[in-house]
Nanobody, 125 residues
Framework: QVQLVESGGGLVQAGASLRLSCAAS????????LGWFRQEPGKEREFVAG????????WYSESVKGRFTISRDNARNAVYLQMNSLEPADTAVYYC??????????????????WGQGTQVTVSS
């Protein structure tokens, strides 16, 4: 079993930055893909960013590329999402997720096996 716990969400103004953190416990997360997704009320959960087990490969949705950066610290079993130049459209609940399938490029919700409880990010205009 894997437990994922997100933190770092909050209310910020447009243009500001936030850093989300996700702590993993249980099964060794260091050997698995970690990713971030987000979900707005009434909408489907969407992929934001992913990172390979060793951290050498990252991939992003087009809507956040160039503004968000995913990173991981395998010694701490943690993954981070640095979010810069935030926009009101980034408002959502952000979820950390772990995939035990393959080594990179997973973008579908169904590719991920474990999920955190989510952290709210609200960007005001």
């Amino acid at each position: 079993q894997v437990q994922l716990v997100e933190s770092g969400g909050g209310l910020v103004q447009a243009g500001a930055s936030l850093r989300l953190s996700c702590a993993a416990s249980g099964r060794a997360a260091s050997s698995n893909i970690l990713g971030w997704f987000r979900q707005e009320p009434g909408k489907e959960r969407e992929f934001v960013a992913g990172i390979s087990p060793g951290g050498s490969t990252t991939w992003y949705s087009e809507s956040v590329k160039g503004r968000f950066t995913i990173s991981r610290d395998n010694a701490r079993n943690a993954v981070y999402l640095q979010m810069n130049s935030l926009e009101p459209a980034d408002t959502a609940v952000y979820y950390c997720a772990l995939s035990s399938r393959g080594s990179a490029w997973k973008r579908r919700v169904s590719d991920y096996d474990y999920w955190g409880q989510g952290t709210q990010v609200t960007v005001s205009s």
